[in-house]
């Protein structure tokens, strides 16, 4: 008795989904006079406007921040030395992306950074005159306003990194000690 209850209900769902349904067609009309399509479109630009600034980054200056752009551009800047000795203009402004990175990443004072800006400027003014003595003498302010040195390495010392996080994973300064 239950079963041909269920059958019988099984037939009637699937009699009544075939069956023919009133169709009304949909309005293809907005309802809408052109002041109010005008404010809606002028509604929605303003969002889309005022999207992107929700994107910008907030600046986080942390030690673990300052510490990987002190160490990563600051030995790509280092590394420089031997360039700006016999004054090889390209090899220098090949990296100018260092500078400014180590600029706006290893220098939280606001006047240190003003003064490395100075002196990045100073740089780049001495390589598009190609005066090799002016090249010399700012990037040797560069360097000692900036405290920077070439980071030398211990190989016998042991490991030189802990994590892939740490700035010097991928560096000179990050070599491992295998016996």
Do not use: H
């Not at 009133?22 to 404010?39: K, P, Q």
């Amino acid at each position: 008795m239950k079963i041909s209850a269920a059958i019988a209900l099984t037939f009637a769902a699937s009699a009544s989904a075939f069956a023919p349904s009133s169709v009304e067609r949909a309005s293809t009309s907005l309802n809408m006079d052109r002041r109010a399509a005008a404010t809606q479109i002028a509604t929605g630009a303003a969002v889309l406007a005022g999207l992107p600034q929700l994107a910008l980054a907030d600046g986080a200056v942390s030690t673990a921040t300052i510490q990987r752009a002190r160490g990563i551009y600051g030995q790509r800047i280092a590394a420089l030395d031997s360039a700006v000795a016999s004054g090889d203009f390209g090899a220098v402004a090949a990296e100018k992306n260092a500078f400014i990175l180590f600029n706006s990443g290893g220098i939280t004072d606001k006047a240190k950074k003003a003064k490395a800006v100075a002196d990045t400027n100073a740089i780049f003014a001495a390589i598009r005159a190609k005066d090799a003595g002016a090249l010399k003498s700012a990037y040797a302010t560069y360097k000692a306003d900036n405290d920077i040195a070439a980071l030398v390495v211990d190989l016998s010392s042991g490991q030189g990194y802990f994590t892939d996080s740490d700035w010097k994973s991928r560096t000179n300064a990050g070599t491992i000690y295998v016996r």
